[in-house]
């Protein structure tokens, strides 16, 4: 087969996987549930490696746009363009140096994680569901990286809402995981409604302004290319910024961002795919992929970059003050995230993507090694009750351990050069509403929090004395691990393989991507040159302030991580406890997270409530009234017909029917059964008859003989 | 013979025996009240019939065996209706234990 129509098996193989186990996996052995959920994976994988060469191979041909598969056409409309009319969206997917990296990061880090799953479900009683989800969960990720056109895009980011909904809510017997799951699904809707309406005013403007009716992405980029003195910017900065409303519910931005650390209450594994490899890392993807956009409205991209930045330093702060290791790490995702969009915000597309990669690994590698701790210590996921885990967990600590140095920017390790990257083109950009600096200098700050909290993360859970002893009552969060809890254990290989794998790529994964400073040419940039239409990969001559702000952050992010080990290793956390006392109302602002969940509460949700209640007074009174009142008056009018119906028509058909008893009741006296009665009768009458007829015959002599003639 | 019979007759004769035939019968199916008896008086109401036919068939010009084809037909006719009615009559005499037409009136109510 052709590979244009291979492409398609790297998307429908998880979706496959998905339907036997969904339908046939409760019948088949667990080994078997894993084998099928793991092998769709691996295969799309491996597609994903063979496409990823062809892409290279031919990223040099004139007019290359990507590895174009089959596609079928979807919605079309009377035209002579085709056999089918004109086609306005269609089912294809393309695969472009862009997409090369998001399937590869899918599906790699997917796998991982699916390897990992197998262990860390391995005792779960709905264990085939979980894989079938999992797989339907990279499935949708693919659709989304993989479309041709923005409809198809939304079946993938639709479907990962979706997923979001299963997994997080996987645990549905608790309540609090149900309704985090609903929550998750509901703020993505929120966004998702910008996102539609964002789509439509684009197909719209396009169409009704210069003919070009499409949500083809190569063909909207090329339409805004050819009219680029045409367009009107304001129209696209508001199509860019409902996108980003878009975005910013599937990425967990300010202020749709809510959902995430809810999002916690899923299985870990499951965190770690919506945090690593997929969902989250959509609405990067596609602020990205829509580029050709928010090149054309500074204002979109202004608002892109600052939220992006406020998100990384608002939940930057919070991350400080949780106690829940996943907590921490979903908060660290957000501002990452911040990070990310903070990117593509000032135009650093392959910045954005590189830092969506690198996180890709080391947060994969933490949240999977959370996981690890988490089931070592049988459920508890509180920091403050760990402690000198390192000794009892050493491969789940030292994967633990240098994916906290990568996240937290420590140089060479993967993070240090895209956070650096994000940071210094920050620094750099001249074509926002606002400088540059103002944006750096939100991440710088977000950068050295973040280095601090993860700092703090790794020194509660690993380092000084063990603090689970008296844990161990409320060990069974997770229930259902049937795990002593008495020591905490490293767990199995299908555990540690995946932690290792990803550690690995935390350290080397960030050397595609080197900044220009360091003289060698960024590969990574280079390699997305052709998607985001930047010069990339060629040398350019490196400002002197660049080297100063690498400078800043490798300070910063040290200075973070030796405040950390500091405040958390040497002072035993003496001096954090003081500073809570002391200004105990910041403390408990930030630990509650900035009561951003009781302010929409307050804001949204009451309001809504209270609204429902009085319409509901309204629909009492008013609605039903009316209704009442109608039905009060058809009623009394039913009496009268009612009446009348009872008395003359009824009194017709009852008087016909007694009339006919009556009659039948006199009649019934001639039957009276005895055979010889009825025939004597017939005999009388047919002799009645006879002489009637003879008399007839001869009615002349008749009259003579009655003299009647 | 029956050249002889015919020609020795005139059709009233033939006449005269099936109406007193008929008569019979029919007071046979009237008075008696013995399911057996009223099939009697029905078989002599038919081979009155049976003569009638064959004496008109016979003193008829043109009729040919018309007649006397009617009547074999009559005659099968008697024979299935006999067995039929003799079924019923097995039939009245298992549920009343006799064979009493007048007892057999319970349809009237």
Not at chain 1, 331 to 358: E, K, N, P, R, W
Not at chain 1, 560 to 570: E, F, N, R, S, T
């Amino acid at each position: 087969m052709e590979l244009e129509k291979l492409v398609w098996l790297i998307p429908l193989l998880p979706i496959f996987g998905f339907a036997v186990n969904l339908f046939f996996g409760r019948f088949l052995p667990r080994i078997a549930v894993n084998v099928i959920a793991c092998g769709a994976v691996l295969g799309s994988m491996i597609l994903s490696w063979v496409a990823f060469g062809y892409v290279r191979h031919h990223a040099h041909d004139p007019g290359f746009e990507g590895l174009i598969s089959a596609g079928l056409p979807w919605i079309s409309v009377p035209g002579t363009e085709s056999a089918w009319g004109k086609v306005l969206a269609e089912h294809r997917l393309v695969i472009d140096q862009l997409t090369a990296v998001m399937i590869l990061v899918v599906t790699n880090v997917g796998f991982l994680i699916h390897l990992y799953s197998t262990g860390y479900m391995a005792d779960d009683k709905r264990h085939s569901r979980y894989f079938s989800y999992l797989n339907l969960f990279t499935g949708f990720m693919l659709i989304l990286v993989m479309a041709s056109n923005l409809l198809l895009m939304f079946v993938g980011w639709e479907g990962v809402g979706l997923c979001s909904y299963l997994l997080i809510g996987f645990w549905f017997e608790k309540n609090e995981n149900a309704a985090a799951g609903m929550k998750a699904f509901v703020v993505n809707r929120i966004g998702d409604f910008g996102f539609t309406v964002g789509v439509l005013w684009l197909f719209f403007y396009l169409g009704s302004e210069f003919q070009v009716w499409t949500l083809d992405f190569r063909e909207i980029g090329r339409t805004i290319a050819a009219h680029h003195d045409a367009i009107l910017p304001s129209v696209m900065t508001g199509v860019g910024i409902l996108l980003f409303v878009g975005a910013t519910g599937k990425s967990a931005q300010l202020p749709l961002y809510t959902w995430l650390p809810d999002a916690m209450a899923g299985p870990t594994p499951v965190s770690a795919l919506i945090h690593a490899a997929t969902m989250v890392t959509a609405g990067v993807y596609m602020v990205a992929r829509m580029n050709f956009v928010y090149a054309m409205s500074p204002t979109a991209m202004t608002v892109v970059a600052v939220v992006g930045g406020l998100t990384a330093l608002f939940a930057g702060t919070i991350g400080v003050a949780q106690n829940d290791i996943k907590k921490v790490l979903a908060y660290s995702t957000v501002s990452q995230l911040g990070f990310m969009f903070m990117g593509v915000g000032v135009g650093a597309y392959a910045a954005g993507i590189f830092h969506l990669m690198t996180h890709a690994f080391f947060k994969g590698c933490l949240f999977l090694g959370s996981g690890s701790v988490i089931h070592g210590m049988g459920g508890e996921q509180d920091i403050r009750k760990m402690g000198g885990l390192k000794k009892y967990m050493p491969i789940t600590f030292w994967t633990f351990l240098i994916a906290s140095l990568a996240i937290s920017g420590f140089p060479l390790l993967a993070g240090f050069w895209s956070k650096d990257e994000i940071l210094w083109k920050a620094f750099d950009a001249h074509d926002l509403k606002i400088p540059g600096p103002v944006i750096w200098s939100m991440g710088i700050i977000a950068a050295g929090f973040t280095a601090f909290y993860m700092t703090r993360l790794v020194v509660l859970t690993f380092f000084g004395e063990p603090r689970y002893a008296k844990a161990e009552e409320h060990h069974d969060a997770h229930g259902g691990h049937g795990h002593g809890h008495g020591t905490p254990h490293e767990s199995p290989w299908s555990m540690t393989v995946p932690l290792i794998v990803l550690a690995f790529l935390s350290v080397f994964g960030g050397f595609i991507g080197m900044g220009a400073w360091t003289g060698l040419s960024n590969v990574f940039e280079g390699w997305l040159a052709p998607v985001f239409g930047g010069h990339g990969a060629e040398p350019h001559k490196v400002p002197p302030m660049e080297y100063v702000m690498v400078a800043v952050s490798v300070i910063v992010g040290l200075g973070g991580i030796l405040l950390g080990l500091k405040v958390y290793l040497w002072d035993k956390g003496r001096a954090a406890e003081a500073f809570a006392q002391k200004a105990r109302p910041l403390y408990e602002l930030v630990r509650d997270k900035y009561r951003v969940d009781e302010l929409y509460n307050a804001v949204a949700i009451e309001p809504l409530l209270a609204t429902n209640e009085m319409l509901g007074r309204v629909d009492n009174i008013v609605v039903d009234g009316a209704v009442n009142g109608a039905a009060s008056v058809s009623a009394a009018v039913s009496n009268r017909t009612g009446y009348f119906d009872n008395e003359v028509v009824d009194g017709l058909v009852n008087g016909a029917a007694t009339a006919t008893q009556t009659a039948g009741r006199a009649a019934r006296r001639l039957q009276t059964g005895h055979i010889r009665q009825y025939l004597t009768t017939a005999l009388i009458g047919g002799l009645f008859v006879i002489a009637a007829f003879c008399l007839w015959l001869n009615r002349a002599a008749f009259q003579g003989f009655l003299g009647l003639n | 013979m029956t050249d002889y019979l015919f020609s020795r007759h005139p059709l009233e004769n033939f006449l005269v025996i099936s109406a007193a035939l008929f008569v019979l019968g029919v007071y046979t199916i009237i008075t008696r009240r013995n399911a057996v008896s009223i099939l009697m008086g029905v078989e002599l109401v038919l081979n009155a019939a049976n003569v009638n036919f064959v004496a008109f068939s016979q003193y008829m010009p043109g009729a040919g065996i018309h007649g006397s084809m009617f009547s074999i037909f009559v005659i099968l006719l008697a024979a299935a209706e006999a067995a039929v009615a003799l079924a019923i009559v097995i039939g009245i005499y298992q549920n009343f234990g006799r064979v009493d037409v007048d007892q057999a009136d319970l349809m009237k109510e």
